[in-house]
């Protein structure tokens, strides 16, 4: 069989690495993240994980850095193929906010709060290997806005804004204001009329049904345009979980913690605020959902500080505003 199609399968794993001598802990890795590889591919692999290693060597050695990095299901990529399959964030040339803003006070705000507990967020997405997170931030924002508007929540279709938002560049990333446009035209069918098919990197032809739309929204609000975390914190309270962007480089090696360092504000991904809390030694952070499945981070979710526009979490944070 020509090499370039011989893959490594877990079977035959423990007899290939006695022949080809790769690295135990490399062949643990696949074991656990049921990786396989053509034979031409496996050096570059290799290479790409021992890389990881060093980056986040260098990461937990950060002064004031309080979260954990470490071997992930990403640390076979290097950070630019990693960033091309898993983020997506491509900024709109058109920021314009179509709903009149609403009056706001920031009165008292309980040092704690997780939106999860009200039934309002649904379950942890996988956006796989596409550009696609702008739409999954925009769909779970729709998603919790739909719920706290009095309807039953339900898992709404990402797959309709990848393939569908003309605006937008499918798994070639995209950006909040314009999906959040895009909803507001055509509504959104739920995941179950409309699944997710993108996941491999195709952005797929449009298969819109009208008929079958579901959720409907008037627009969306900017929750600070002060990258003010305390007006995000009354915003959230008010209306709910926040859609954001983020500077989401490092993301790639979190494996829990607080990211207090090492977090730039060039944002690269979007996902979503569900709430926020502080640890015992009193640092205060969010709780942001991601859109890489639960076995990733802390089943899910990443810990971030406030109030310093870590990672830019304040730079581009939204609600939406649900019929």
């Known amino acids: 069989m020509r090499a370039s199609i011989v893959v490594l399968s877990l079977l035959g794993l423990a007899c290939f690495v006695a022949a080809n001598s790769i690295d135990s ?30 980056i986040i060597a260098a990461l937990n050695a950060k002064p004031g850095n309080k979260a954990i990095y470490g071997i992930t299901k990403f640390s076979d990529m290097t950070p630019e193929e990693f960033k091309s399959t898993h983020m997506g964030y491509k ?21 704690s709060y997780d939106w999860r507990t009200k039934n309002v967020v649904t379950p942890v997405k996988d956006q796989g290997q596409c550009g696609s997170c702008w739409a999954f931030s925009a769909t779970e924002g729709v998603e ?8 039953t929540l339900t898992e709404l279709s990402p797959q309709q804004i990848v393939s569908c938002d003309n605006d937008d560049d499918g798994c070639d990333g995209g950006d909040l204001p314009t999906a959040f446009g895009y909803v507001k035209k055509a509504g959104l069918e739920t995941e179950k009329a409309y699944p997710y098919t993108s996941g491999g990197g195709d952005t797929g032809n449009c298969k819109y049904d009208a008929n079958k739309v ?3 929204i008037d627009g969306f609000q900017y929750a600070t345009k002060k990258l003010n975390e305390t ?11 926040l859609s954001i962007c ?7 090696y979190y494996t829990g913690g607080v990211v207090t360092s090492g977090c730039g504000t060039d944002l690269d991904h979007c996902v979503q605020i569900v709430g926020w809390d502080s640890n015992a030694k009193g640092v205060k952070y969010w709780i942001i959902r991601n859109s890489w499945n639960t076995d990733w981070g802390i089943k899910g979710f990443i810990y971030v500080e406030r109030n310093h526009d870590l990672c830019g979490v304040a730079m581009e944070a939204t609600y939406v505003v649900s019929k």
């Open 25 to 54: 802990e490399f062949a643990s890795f696949m074991v656990k993240y049921n990786k396989e590889y053509t034979l031409e591919e496996l050096p570059q692999r290799i290479a790409n994980y021992k890389q990881s290693k060093e």
């Open 246 to 252: 983020v500077d989401a480089e490092t993301w790639q």
């Open 214 to 216: 579901l959720a409907k």
């Open 231 to 241: 007006e995000m914190q009354a915003t959230s309270l008010a209306h709910g979980p």
């Open 144 to 151: 919790s806005a739909w719920a706290l508007a009095g309807h």
């Open 91 to 111: 900024a709109s040339p058109n920021k314009k906010v179509d709903t009149a803003p609403a009056s706001l006070t920031i009165t008292d705000i309980p040092t």
